[in-house]
T-cell receptor, first 108, second 113 residues
Framework: GIQVEQSPPDLILQEGANSTLRCNFS?????LQWFHQNPWGQLINLFY???GTKQNGRLSATTVATERYSLLYISSSQTTDSGVYFC??????????FGTGTRLKVLA | DGGITQSPKYLFRKEGQNVTLSCEQN?????MYWYRQDPGQGLRLIYY???????QKGDIAEGYSVSREKKESFPLTVTSAQKNPTAFYLC????????????FGNGTRLTVT
C-alpha cells in the first residue's frame, strides 16, 4: 500500500521562528490535506491542497503532485501552534492514508 | 452549525463488555469513517462507509463492527474480541467524489480496564 512519510518527526522552536514540514508519498494520491491536532486531540483542517500553493495567515502549503510531496510552512510561530501536524492523502478509493505526524513544540 | 458530533467524549468500560461509540453528522456528507489513534501514533482506518447500508473494512477492522442505517449516523461498536481497545477514536466524513476533503469530529477517548 501507499506509504506516507513525514519529516521531521519532532521539532522544537522558539516563538517567532519559521519552519517547514514535509510530507512524502510513495505513490500518487488524489487529494492531500494538512491537519493540526491540538493538545486536546481535536483535528483541525489546515489545508485541502491537491496541488499548487495556498496561504492562510501565517501558514502556507505547497503540493507538487507530480513529485508526490507537500510542504507546510509555518512563519512567526506561536505557542498555540504546538501540537501534531498530519498530512493525509486519498487513494483511488475513499480510503485516506495518514502520515505518522510531526510533533511541534513552540517555546515562549 | 454543521458539524460532526461524537459522544461521549470519555468512556470507561470493563474488559469483556461491548461498547458503542456514537457519530452523527449534519453536513449531508455521503461518506463516513472511523479511525483509531494510539498515544504518539498516527491514525489508522477501522471502517468506512460510502453510502447508507454499505460499509467496508479498513486496515484494523478486527474486533469492531459498524452499521449505517441512516446517512447522518455511523456508530462504532468495540466488541470484547478487540484485544487492546483502549485508544482515541475519531469519526470523520466527506462528500461524495474524489475531490472531497475530510472533516473530523472531536473524538472519544475509550479506556477499558
Amino acid at each position: 500500500g501507499i506509504q506516507v512519510e513525514q519529516s521531521p518527526p519532532d521539532l522544537i522552536l522558539q516563538e517567532g521562528a519559521n519552519s517547514t514540514l514535509r510530507c512524502n508519498f510513495s505513490d500518487s494520491v488524489n487529494n492531500l490535506q494538512w491537519f493540526h491536532q491540538n493538545p486536546w486531540g481535536q483535528l483541525i483542517n489546515l489545508f485541502y491542497i491537491p496541488s499548487g500553493t495556498k496561504q492562510n495567515g501565517r501558514l502556507s502549503a505547497t503540493t507538487v503532485a507530480t513529485e508526490r510531496y507537500s510542504l507546510l510552512y509555518i512563519s512567526s510561530s506561536q505557542t498555540t501552534d504546538s501540537g501534531v501536524y498530519f498530512c493525509a492523502g486519498r487513494t483511488g478509493t475513499y480510503k485516506y492514508i495518514f502520515g505518522t505526524g510531526t510533533r511541534l513544540k513552540v517555546l515562549a | 452549525d454543521g458539524g460532526i458530533t461524537q459522544s461521549p467524549k470519555y468512556l470507561f468500560r470493563k474488559e469483556g463488555q461491548n461498547v458503542t461509540l456514537s457519530c452523527e453528522q449534519n453536513l449531508n456528507h455521503d461518506a463516513m469513517y472511523w479511525y483509531r489513534q494510539d498515544p504518539g501514533q498516527g491514525l489508522r482506518l477501522i471502517y468506512y462507509s460510502q453510502i447508507v447500508n454499505d460499509f467496508q473494512k479498513g486496515d484494523i477492522a478486527e474486533g469492531y463492527s459498524v452499521s449505517r442505517e441512516k446517512k447522518e449516523s455511523f456508530p462504532l461498536t468495540v466488541t470484547s474480541a478487540q484485544k487492546n481497545p483502549t485508544a482515541f477514536y475519531l469519526c470523520a466524513s466527506s462528500i461524495e467524489g474524489l475531490t472531497a476533503p475530510l472533516h473530523f469530529g472531536n473524538g472519544t477517548r475509550l479506556t477499558v480496564t
